[in-house]
Structures are given as structure tokens and as C-alpha cells.
């Protein structure tokens, strides 16, 4: 019995060029970059007071269905992002669900549907949370437990927690679309939502769904998430009144970091046989896919693995998993942050997998656009992926200027043949996540 | 093929756990046997005048006796901490460590770890020193300019779920597929069985697999307590985990991990490993209802539990040739809370009808807290003891029985049984819902 395949059925990717891929996909191939001054707060005690917010006209309670728009109340920046993320794809795959069509029956068995969704560490709302610390300081101003204990965490609202639990992003998804199957939440950091992807497919392959509603999204507009990408050496020196649409120069000789996008995606991803019997349209199909762990000198990985090898592991069993060899892939999409050390390790493990083709196979770069994305990255990429495959065209690349042996330097858009797309990336804490994505026959 | 290896039987061929009673498998299990309880006044931070000021932590820990080398996890948090200690024990004795054959790439990593434990000191007075009290908001430039000067950068990037993954890839050297999921108080339990399916799926031979979590820290404390959902019992602490019983009012926390190794059969006995169990199902499910109830109806917890019987080939309605029911002996998630312990009755009965009375199944969150993210793998390991022992834990502090929970929970006492088959339940808030089904291993 050969397994089941899985396709790929409704895009939801959520960026900083709007709700939907359909401004994200522009912006890409017309080669404009939303990165620009944050808003949300103020950034400029950072080394980076630039990146990539949502849209300021973005609100969920626009996007959710009327009865849910008391939940919205507790929900952080990156569950609003996973469920205007889902919401986004289950239209754009033409489900019915609870939340797209509360009055008709479900397209498919709630309980057939499941939910894979990465997150990243989410911090809490520092304005909500100081205002009540701010209540319990003793006579010299410091905070003061024994006032909290008793009174000053009453002013915290009883569902505080569940804001920042990172599971609540599929609970709101799973409850909005009523998804009773397996549901679960990769915090892997960066690679956690090509982890989710790759889960979903497990999930579908093994009959324990019919399709999934799969990604990640995340935000650290947050000073505290921020701080921790600082901490972390990842961002680039952009104060604000640089050009930060300039700043991002992945793979790029003079690399010198990244900034932050906010966003993420949800995908709806199907079993081929169902998806085909309800005359799905089908984006693209998810081959394969593979994870690795990586040797890391100071354990955690803040020093990534420079040889590159474990991730080259991860691309080598999604091409197995995919039955391909490594000619077979016509494009990659690479993490591509421009942080120096983790471009670096990609291009290492690029060069293993792929050999002397290395120089010709395109590198199609977003984070110059979006910024890095943290856990909602793979979503993204995958989202884009299914797209240029069904358009046969590459999008721009911006700002790289020299990328010695590698073809990602700045370039318009153009079309291309395109049979299958590798997403691969690394993660602070070693694991590492690729799939590959077929073009639908 | 991909047939034969869906058909793959799984093993588990270590066990270890670091727990508020104590740090090695025998006598934490000998503890649970006598129906002690780890609870104690709270020492992790200065709980006196919080609604909850009694936890059950973990005492006299440190991962000096189990590392090779401290320095390397020098940075360690809690979570990564109990986790190695837990790692360690398992890992030994499956007995990979001296396996020479080993393939490190096809040993995997599946944790349920939870988010480490923020700086809270630093964090409160760099929150503190920002906040514009006038405009009721934090100033984001004298926010960053304390805490760039409070904030330790190794202290923040622990703080990250994935990071006891990062310890223990680095401990055992593995470099397969690694994986953390975070499904609050089901989190271990669905480690441990997507583990098992990529061991099925032949993606790996070998996963370290399990959880740990501590939250009992102020903010931890503060979320649950606004929740309304840890016990709030005065007097005796060790009283105050509940389980099943008419006066149960909360959870109490705990802090910990468990892991296992866990093998492909095939794999295992190559090597000449002596399997303790064998790994029969697994099953997932999402309520889907609402964010902070259970579905009246156990809709969910029962959906995961005949998923995990099917995976298994058990009929819960059935009875065994010698006149058993199905199964005998359920580790409930059991949390002591109103709602938890009535719905999971409900879904118990849902799904085994008639042979629900006469499985046991007890609690031993009321010995030792819930430990949220870590709970299920320790539970999920009182199965695997349970069944190499022909012993059940008790559920302690059951003295009035509520008029709705009518099954056989182990009240207070140990005792002795013939166990081959257990089930073992956990549900997290926000609805996820999973279940393990562990079978005594017969060749």
C-alpha cells in the first residue's frame, strides 16, 4: 500500500504586506520591502528601531466571525495572526467550517480535520502586566510580592494566562473552525512551523485526519520578545531613520543582521484522495519533508553549527521522503536572515546537498521584504512556494549585492520553470526543519 | 516499505524521573506505593500572602550526578535541569549508552517541554523603571535602557521551550528529528506518542522522548490562581490535591520530568536491550468548545481514548478470556479540579460503558502536583512500573466520595493487581486531549 499523499489546498500567510497571499505575492514579485520605523512601541533604545509590523489597518475582530469577536479580547498579536492566518486559508481552500459558513453543514467531519500550529515564546503585554505590577511597590518603589500576593494580581484579568500560553493559538483555531481532530503546537523556535507542516502530514498519512489546518505565526513587537532577538545577536544596526527597506542583505559579503517581521500562515493541507473528491483546487503538493538536530558547540546554539551538516541532514530526508534527488529541486528558500553566522551555516549545508549545481540552483530571499519571521517563517515560505509554483515565476530579490557562488544577489522577478521547491531553515536551539513542495500535476 | 513500518512495534527500554519525591525511579515509585505526598509550603519564591502558598517542588536536585559534564549546561534553567536528570536515568539504563552500533541520526528527540522560568526580579524592575504612570504605559526606550542592563543573555535564551531539547542533543550526542510541542497539561503525552509514530513511520529507530516544566514561579503561580484553578485548601498541604473527592477544589503544583527511551522492537532487540513495555496506541483529539471548559460530555478525552484503543486493537467494551475487562488500570489526568475529574469520569464511562466500574484508575497528582507540561510522561511511566510490579498507585486524600464519581479510583491505598494493560489520559487547557496505551511486552 503506497502512503497517502498530501496536498496543499487553502493559503493563509499573514505579513507585514497584509492578510492573504495575494499582497504578499505582489509586493515580493514587484520587489517592495515593508520594513520601516515599529510603531507598536518604542524601539529606539534597540540596535534595530525598524521592521516588519502587520499593516496598521490590520484587526482581527474585522476577520473573525461576529459571535467570536468577545474572544478576541484575550487573544496576543500572534494568535490574532494564526487566526486571521486560518480564517484566510479555509476561505481561500473553499471549506466550510463553524467559522466560514456557520449555517451550512462542514465540508469535511470535524473530527477528520486536525491543527498543527508553531509558535514562539509569547511575551506578555508589558503595558497591562507593569499597570498592575505597578500597584504593588513598597515605600522605595520596588516591587513587592507580599501586596501582589494579596492584592495587587487581582488586577489582572482572570484569563491573563491564557494570552501568552502558546497552545492558545490552535485552541482559538480549533474552537473558530470547529477542528476536533489531533491538534498540537511546535515551539521550536524558527523552525516550528515547518515542523507543524510536516506533523500535519504525518497526521493525514497515518488516517488520523483528512486535513489540517497547519503553520505558525509569531510576533515579538513586544520590548520583552524583542530584547531576546537582541540578546540573541540577531539584529541589524537600523536606527530609526534609516533606510530599513535597505538593511536586510541576505547571503550578502557585508551581511550584518536581520530585522524583525511579524506574521506567520496557516495552510490547509488535505489528503489528495479527499481534497480531489470534493474538487478541491490544489495549490501544490508537500512531498516531503525532514528534521534534524544540530551539534552545537555551546549547547544551545547561539553559535549555530557553521559545517552546516545537520541541516544538510534535515534537506536530505525531505528529498527521500519526497523520492527526488537533489537535481530535482528548481528553487530553494532558504531562512535567509542576513545574519552573518546563520547565512553562513545555510550556505554550508546548501553546498553539501547540492554540490557543484549550488551556483545555479535560485535562493528566493524574503526576509529584505517581510523580515525575519521566527516561527511563522516555514508557513510563509511554503505559502510563497505553492504560489510561484502555480505562477512558474521566482519573485524579486533585493539589497544582496555579492554573494559569492550563490545565486542570490538582487534580481527582478522572471518567470521559471519550476517542478519543486525546497524550504529549509535552521533554529536557535539546533533543531532543524525542510520541506520540499511539488508543483500540482 | 512503508506498510512494513507502519507496522513496526514500538518499545520503551528506559524510564527515569526527577519528581517533588524524588530523583531516581525505585524509590519515588516505593513513595507512591506508600501514598506519600511531596507537597510543602512553596519556596521558590515568597508565596505567604498568594490565595496558593504550598506547591509540591523538587529538593536536593542538582544534575551533578548525572551529567558527564556540568560545564556544558552550565547555563542550564529548571526545565533543562530536571530534564537531564530524568534523560540521564532513562538513557542508561536502555543501555545505548554503551551501544557502540549506534546511529545518532536516527535517534530523534520528542519533548513536551514547557517555557522556561523569566527573570522575574530583573523583569519587574526593568517593567517598573519604564513605566510612564501618567500615560498608564511602559516607555519602551527606559524599559530597554534597564533591562539591557538587568537582563543576563543567557538567562533569556533558556527561557525558550526548545532549549532542554538543545541540552540533552548535546548530552547524548543525537542528531535525528527533534521536535517540542507545547500543549499545556498534555504536552508529554503527546510527545510521547508522536514519538511513537515517527519510530512507526520508520523516520527513526530510537526517541528520547518526555517532559518538564516547572511553574512555580510568581507569574506561574499568579496565572492559575486567576484561573481559579489551583486549590486554595488551609491547613495541611499535604491534604490539599484532592482528586475524585466530593471536596476537591483545585490542583496543586508540581515541577519535574520524565523521560523515556523508546524503540523500535526490531532495534532493541538487535542490541540485546530488555524492553519494559510495549508502546499499543495513541490517540489525539481537540475539544474545539470553548477556551477555558471542557466539553460537558468529555467529547473530547473520550474521542482520544477510543482512538488510542483502536490504534491498539483493544475493545473497551469487550472482556478478556479470563473475565477482565479490556484494560486494567487508567493513570487519569485526574487534576483535582471540579470540572476535570467529573468530565473525565463522564468520558471514561463513554467509552468503556459497563467495564468502566471495574477499571481502576487513580490520581497520583494527589502525591505529587501536577507537574502541567511534564505531568504526562510520569504518568505515562506509573503505567510501565504498575505493570513490571503488579501494583497500582492510590489516589490519597479520598475521604468523601462524590455522589457523581462512581468508579473504582484506588482510594488511599496501593494494591495489587495482575496488569498487563494500562491507559494513560491527559487533557490540556485549550482543549487538546491525548492518550497512550501501554501493554506488558511479550515476544
Known amino acids: ?441 | 516499505m512503508s506498510t512494513t513500518k507502519n507496522n513496526r512495534r514500538v518499545v520503551v527500554t528506559g524510564i527515569g524521573w526527577v519528581t517533588p519525591l524524588g530523583h531516581d525511579v525505585d524509590s519515588v515509585w516505593k513513595r507512591l506505593l506508600n501514598s506519600e505526598s511531596g507537597m510543602g509550603p512553596t519556596t521558590r519564591f515568597d508565596a505567604r500572602t498568594f490565595p496558593t502558598s504550598f506547591s509540591a517542588e523538587v529538593r536536593n536536585y542538582s544534575i551533578a550526578n548525572f551529567v558527564k559534564d556540568t560545564s556544558v549546561h552550565a547555563s542550564a534553567g529548571l526545565n533543562s535541569q530536571f530534564a537531564l536528570g530524568a534523560a540521564c536515568q532513562a538513557w542508561r539504563q536502555s543501555g545505548l549508552d554503551g551501544f557502540a552500533g549506534l546511529n545518532r541520526r536516527r535517534v530523534g528527540l520528542y519533548l513536551g517541554a514547557g517555557e522556561g522560568v523569566i527573570d522575574f526580579d530583573n523583569y519587574a524592575a526593568s517593567n517598573i523603571a519604564g513605566w510612564n504612570a501618567e500615560e498608564r504605559k511602559i516607555d519602551g526606550v527606559r524599559w530597554a535602557e534597564h533591562a539591557h542592563r538587568a537582563m543576563d543573555r543567557m538567562r533569556e535564551v533558556e527561557q525558550e521551550p526548545n532549549m532542554p531539547l538543545a541540552h540533552l542533543a548535546r548530552e547524548f550526542g543525537i542528531r535525528g528529528p527533534a521536535l517540542n510541542c507545547l500543549t499545556a497539561c498534555a504536552a508529554s503525552t503527546q510527545a510521547i506518542g508522536e514519538a511513537f509514530s515517527l519510530i512507526q513511520r520508520g523516520d527513526t529507530d530510537v526517541m528520547l522522548s518526555g517532559g518538564t516544566h516547572t511553574m512555580i514561579h510568581l507569574l506561574g503561580v499568579t496565572g492559575f490562581n486567576r484561573l481559579t484553578a489551583l486549590s486554595t485548601s488551609k491547613g495541611d498541604p499535604t491534604k490539599a490535591s484532592r482528586p475524585f473527592d466530593a471536596t476537591r477544589d483545585g490542583f496543586v503544583m508540581g515541577e519535574g520530568s520524565g523521560m523515556i527511551v523508546m524503540e523500535a522492537l526490531d532495534h532493541a532487540l538487535a542490541r540485546g536491550a530488555t524492553p519494559l513495555a510495549e508502546v499499543a496506541g495513541y490517540g489525539s483529539s481537540a475539544d474545539a468548545f470553548r477556551i477555558t471548559d471542557i466539553h460537558p460530555e468529555g467529547r473530547g478525552g473520550a474521542a482520544s481514548m477510543a482512538m488510542a484503543l483502536a490504534q491498539a486493537g483493544i475493545d473497551p467494551h469487550a472482556r478478556r478470556a479470563d473475565g477482565r475487562a479490556a484494560i486494567d488500570y487508567i493513570s487519569a489526568h485526574g487534576t483535582g479540579t471540579k470540572e476535570n475529574d467529573s468530565i473525565e469520569t463522564r468520558g471514561v464511562k463513554r467509552v468503556f460503558g459497563t467495564n468502566a466500574k471495574d477499571i481502576p484508575m487513580s490520581s497520583i497528582k494527589s502525591m505529587m502536583g501536577h507537574l502541567i507540561a511534564a505531568a504526562g510522561a510520569v504518568e505515562f511511566m506509573t503505567c510501565v512500573l504498575a505493570i513490571r510490579d503488579g501494583m497500582l498507585p492510590p489516589t490519597i486524600n479520598y475521604g468523601t466520595p462524590d455522589p457523581d464519581l462512581d468508579l473504582d479510583y484506588v482510594p488511599n491505598k496501593a494494591r495489587s493487581a495482575k496488569v498487563d494493560i494500562c491507559l494513560s489520559n491527559s487533557f490540556g487547557f485549550g482543549g487538546q486531549n491525548d492518550t497512550l496505551v501501554v501493554k506488558r511486552f511479550t515476544a
Not at chain 1, 494568535?79 to 473553499?94: K, N
Not at chain 1, 523556535?189 to 488516517?207: H, T, W
Not at chain 1, 511563522?376 to 521566482?394: K, T, W, Y
Request: net charge negative; proline share 5%; aromatic share 4%.
Open chain 1, 1 to 441: 500500500m503506497s502512503r497517502r499523499r498530501v496536498v496543499i489546498t487553502g493559503l493563509g500567510p499573514v505579513t507585514a504586506h497584509g492578510v492573504g497571499i495575494d499582497p504578499l505575492w505582489s509586493a515580493l514579485c514587484e520587489g517592495r520591502s515593508a520594513l520601516a520605523p515599529i510603531r507598536s512601541f518604542d524601539a529606539s533604545g534597540f540596535t534595530a528601531a525598524c521592521g516588519g509590523e502587520l499593516p496598521a489597518d490590520f484587526d482581527v475582530k474585522d476577520l473573525v466571525p461576529k459571535s467570536y469577536r468577545k474572544a478576541t479580547k484575550v487573544m496576543a498579536r500572534d494568535i490574532e495572526i494564526a487566526v486571521g492566518g486560518a480564517l484566510t486559508a479555509v476561505r481561500d481552500a473553499g471549506l466550510a467550517t463553524r467559522g466560514t459558513d456557520p449555517d451550512n453543514p462542514p465540508t469535511i467531519r470535524p473530527d477528520r480535520v486536525g491543527c498543527h500550529i508553531g509558535a514562539g515564546l509569547i511575551a506578555a503585554e508589558l503595558d497591562e502586566l507593569t499597570s498592575a505590577l505597578a500597584t504593588s511597590r513598597d515605600a522605595a518603589g520596588k516591587f513587592d510580592p507580599g501586596h501582589w500576593g494579596q492584592q495587587g494580581m487581582q488586577e489582572l484579568t482572570p484569563l491573563w494566562l491564557l494570552k501568552y500560553l502558546p497552545n492558545m493559538l490552535a485552541c482559538h483555531v480549533t474552537i473558530i473552525h470547529d477542528c476536533q481532530g489531533p491538534s498540537n503546537t511546535i515551539t521550536c523556535n524558527e523552525a516550528s512551523s515547518g515542523l507543524s507542516l510536516a506533523e500535519s502530514q504525518r497526521v493525514i498519512e497515518r488516517g488520523a485526519a483528512d486535513a489540517c489546518l497547519s503553520g505558525g505565526a509569531d510576533s515579538k513587537m513586544n520590548p520583552m520578545a524583542y530584547l531576546r532577538q537582541e540578546l540573541a545577536g540577531r539584529l541589524a544596526n537600523c536606527a530609526k531613520d534609516a533606510d530599513a527597506t535597505k538593511a536586510v542583505r541576505p547571503f550578502d559579503a557585508a551581511a550584518a543582521g536581520t530585522l524583525i517581521g511579524e506574521g506567520g500562515g496557516i495552510l490547509v493541507v488535505e489528503a489528495e484522495e479527499t481534497a480531489k473528491a470534493r474538487g478541491a483546487r490544489i495549490h501544490a503538493v508537500l512531498s516531503g519533508t525532514g528534521a534534524s538536530q544540530s551539534w552545537c558547540e555551546d549547547t544551545v546554539g547561539l553559535v549555530p553549527d557553521a559545517s552546516g551538516e545537520s541541516l544538510a541532514d534535515a534537506i536530505h530526508a525531505a528529498l527521500r521522503d519526497a523520492g527526488l534527488a537533489p537535481s530535482d529541486i528548481d528553487a530553494v528558500i532558504p531562512f535567509g536572515s542576513g545574519v552573518a553566522a546563520l547565512d553562513a551555516l545555510e550556505k554550508n549545508a546548501l553546498a553539501r546537498v547540492f554540490g557543484a549545481e549550488f551556483a545555479t540552483k535560485p535562493l528566493v530571499t524574503l526576509a529584505p521584504s517581510i523580515g525575519t519571521t521566527c516561527a511563522g517563517f516555514g508557513a510563509i515560505a511554503v505559502a510563497v512556494a505553492c504560489r510561484a509554483l502555480s505562477e512558474q515565476r521566482l519573485p524579486a530579490r533585493l539589497n544582496t549585492a555579492k554573494a559569492d557562488g550563490l545565486d542570490a544577489t538582487a534580481a527582478p522577478s522572471a518567470p521559471r520553470s519550476l517542478r519543486h521547491i525546497l524550504i529549509a531553515t535552521p533554529s536557535l536551539g539546533g533543531q532543524n526543519s525542510a520541506a520540499v513542495v511539488s508543483r500540482a500535476s
